[in-house]
């Protein structure tokens, strides 16, 4: 790398290289933004990153010219890598760096890591955009040689004014960096400052969001700890099933408005009248941690009291007699000594998971079915006779979706695929991966039914959220629903709900069956989960609210649905 160091001042090349590196990912960001907003968030932070890169090179000028040297490539090494990393967040997910990749970087295991660099690293758009940084480089190390430095300092009124503006920009704006997100977030709305469409800025709030995770574990391990209410329950015999998807579009499956044949085990079914499809269900997030947490709890979304401060219905249902099961095909028991790991790692903390389950799995396999196999082994040893709660948590149509089936089980091929969008033939494969591993999905859930099938018995499945696979736009994966565009909702938030009932049970609760079927057009969204669990049950409990619950005659459907994101679905 040339010398960039001069004792007279500094390189304008670089100082404008490190704007630009800093300001590009700004520029993806301004995507759905009202047109003043925009003008207004790209002249803040033209000035602001300006001012902070001029500010590092005078810091660094001040150096030997050999660590002068060694600060500049630790500090552009730095730079490409965010810059970078944030094009490439904002281009294939819409999303820069924030609390929720954070959290699924520190949660992300072997497998799924191997399977999101083959889907997305190793793609030809983002190859490419790692030949745009070098070409970038190497046009700033050519500029280096032919532009001489400034003056570290401004002899010109003008440039010395400039200089004193960007240093008072700086420090007015230190008052946003406190210690506490929530502090720094309130600080921001009560003044109206730009700073809140900075990504530096955004991405420091995520780390103290990141922390603040931990402290809500610790809350939810007092709250269960803590939880001594003497709970009633009038349902004596039978067994619940609960099926937790994953990344399940319900506008991809022909139990809905799907186009494809995807579920002919679940529609066989349907046709015998003892599954009901709810037909407008949605997640209140597109994450999967951040719904597990708020659908296991008891609170619901815009509630005072946030998740961890109310009990998890897992605990409330062993407090009534209920040998609670869980098994996950995404993470297993053995990775319960990380805090955080894989998806819904939140009770990892063995302090949680040792209140809320009766056994927990210890293995995961390379496809669901081998899952419900291995509990189908092991089915004597880990149930009661009776009132067992089994929670199957599958890998579903997880990204790579072409990873989630057995070869031997591709239905759909690239040539069946129909959009009105010009695909390539990579993104129809894509299509055509994601429709296989929802009818094996299919298949899986079936297996489950079978199992349970001559019990007495209720079998729920829904998935955690959805998935967009290139359903109107040129979009594989979920993105920043606060700031992309409204259709987006409909991809990543629609899931299926179903509730099956076994003919033992549906003989001797022919209400039951009334009350689903009136409610299979009710709104309603996952995070009131546990309403329905207790209301199904019968479980009596100061936690319980029958307005929530979806099947209940008393149940207040929302006009509109508040997410976790603090918008409204409608």
């Known amino acids: 790398m040339p010398n960039i160091h001069n004792h007279k001042g500094i390189n304008p090349i670089v100082c404008a290289a490190m704007t630009f590196l800093l300001m590009l990912p700004e520029l993806f960001m301004l995507r759905g933004q009202i047109w003043w907003e925009a003008v207004v968030a790209t002249l803040f932070n033209v000035c602001f990153y300006a001012a902070l890169s001029y500010l590092i090179c005078i810091l660094f000028s001040l150096a030997k010219p050999r660590v002068e040297r060694a600060l500049h490539i630790v500090s552009h090494s730095f730079l490409v890598g965010y810059s970078l990393s944030n094009v490439f967040l904002l281009l294939s997910f819409n999303r820069h760096w924030d609390a929720y990749i954070l959290q699924f970087l520190s949660e992300t295991n072997a497998r799924e890591s191997s399977e999101f660099v083959h889907t997305f690293i190793l793609s030809y758009h983002t190859l490419g955009l790692v030949a745009f940084y070098a070409l970038f480089i190497a046009a700033e190390l050519w500029g280096l040689k032919r532009v001489k430095p400034w003056p570290a300092w401004a002899k010109s009124k003008v440039g010395r004014a400039l200089e004193i503006a960007g240093m008072m920009l700086l420090v007015s704006h230190a008052f946003f960096f406190g210690s506490d997100a929530m502090t720094n977030d309130n600080r921001v709305g009560m003044v109206h400052s730009p700073i809140k469409r900075n990504a530096i800025w955004n991405l420091y709030q995520s780390v103290l969001m990141h922390k603040s995770f931990a402290q809500e574990f610790d809350r939810c391990a007092q709250t269960l700890q803590?939880?001594?209410?003497?709970?009633?329950?009038?349902?004596?015999?039978?067994?619940?099933?609960?099926?937790?998807?994953?990344?399940?579009?319900?506008?991809?499956?022909?139990?809905?408005?799907?186009?494809?044949?995807?579920?002919?085990?679940?529609?066989?079914?349907?046709?015998?009248?003892?599954?009901?499809?709810?037909?407008?269900?949605?997640?209140?997030?597109?994450?999967?941690?951040?719904?597990?947490?708020?659908?296991?709890?008891?609170?619901?979304?815009?509630?005072?009291?946030?998740?961890?401060?109310?009990?998890?219905?897992?605990?409330?249902?062993?407090?009534?007699?209920?040998?609670?099961?869980?098994?996950?095909?995404?993470?297993?028991?053995?990775?319960?000594?990380?805090?955080?790991?894989?998806?819904?790692?939140?009770?990892?903390?063995?302090?949680?998971?040792?209140?809320?389950?009766?056994?927990?799995?210890?293995?995961?396999?390379?496809?669901?079915?081998?899952?419900?196999?291995?509990?189908?082994?092991?089915?004597?040893?880990?149930?009661?006779?009776?009132?067992?709660?089994?929670?199957?948590?599958?890998?579903?149509?997880?990204?790579?979706?072409?990873?989630?089936?057995?070869?031997?089980?591709?239905?759909?091929?690239?040539?069946?695929?129909?959009?009105?969008?010009?695909?390539?033939?990579?993104?129809?494969?894509?299509?055509?991966?994601?429709?296989?591993?929802?009818?094996?999905?299919?298949?899986?859930?079936?297996?489950?039914?079978?199992?349970?099938?001559?019990?007495?018995?209720?079998?729920?499945?829904?998935?955690?959220?959805?998935?967009?696979?290139?359903?109107?736009?040129?979009?594989?994966?979920?993105?920043?629903?606060?700031?992309?565009?409204?259709?987006?909702?409909?991809?990543?938030?629609?899931?299926?709900?179903?509730?099956?009932?076994?003919?033992?049970?549906?003989?001797?609760?022919?209400?039951?069956?009334?009350?689903?079927?009136?409610?299979?057009?009710?709104?309603?969204?996952?995070d009131d989960l546990p309403h329905v669990i207790f209301d199904i049950l019968g479980v009596r409990t100061r936690e319980f609210v029958a307005a929530k619950s979806l099947i209940n005659a008393q149940y207040q459907a929302p006009r509109k649905r508040l997410l976790q994101i603090k918008k409204w679905y409608e």
């Open 226 to 526: 803590s939880y001594n209410e003497p709970v009633l329950c009038k349902e004596r015999a039978a067994d619940f099933v609960l099926i937790i998807g994953e990344s399940f579009n319900r506008h991809m499956s022909n139990l809905y408005d799907g186009a494809y044949d995807t579920n002919p085990r679940l529609r066989q079914r349907l046709a015998g009248g003892r599954l009901f499809v709810f037909r407008d269900v949605i997640a209140s997030d597109n994450g999967t941690t951040q719904n597990f947490k708020q659908f296991l709890s008891t609170a619901s979304v815009g509630q005072a009291r946030q998740w961890c401060d109310a009990p998890l219905f897992p605990l409330v249902l062993r407090r009534c007699g209920y040998n609670v099961v869980f098994l996950s095909n995404q993470f297993a028991g053995a990775e319960m000594d990380k805090r955080f790991n894989a998806s819904m790692g939140f009770f990892n903390d063995p302090r949680i998971a040792s209140l809320l389950f009766d056994y927990r799995g210890t293995r995961t396999f390379a496809y669901d079915e081998q899952l419900v196999t291995y509990y189908e082994q092991q089915r004597k040893t880990l149930e009661q006779p009776k009132r067992n709660f089994v929670i199957f948590h599958l890998y579903g149509q997880h990204q790579r979706a072409s990873e989630r089936f057995p070869e031997g089980d591709t239905y759909f091929k690239s040539g069946d695929i129909r959009s009105t969008l010009n695909l390539s033939e990579a993104e129809r494969q894509s299509v055509a991966d994601y429709l296989n591993a929802t009818r094996y999905n299919d298949l899986v859930v079936d297996h489950i039914i079978r199992l349970f099938e001559k019990r007495n018995a209720i079998v729920l499945y829904f998935a955690d959220h959805g998935e967009e696979v290139y359903n109107y736009r040129h979009q594989l994966g979920r993105t920043d629903l606060a700031t992309d565009v409204p259709r987006a909702k409909r991809e990543q938030l629609d899931v299926p709900f179903l509730i099956y009932l076994t003919s033992s049970y549906a003989a001797v609760h022919s209400d039951m069956v009334a009350r689903l079927r009136a409610a299979e057009g009710r709104p309603f969204m996952t």
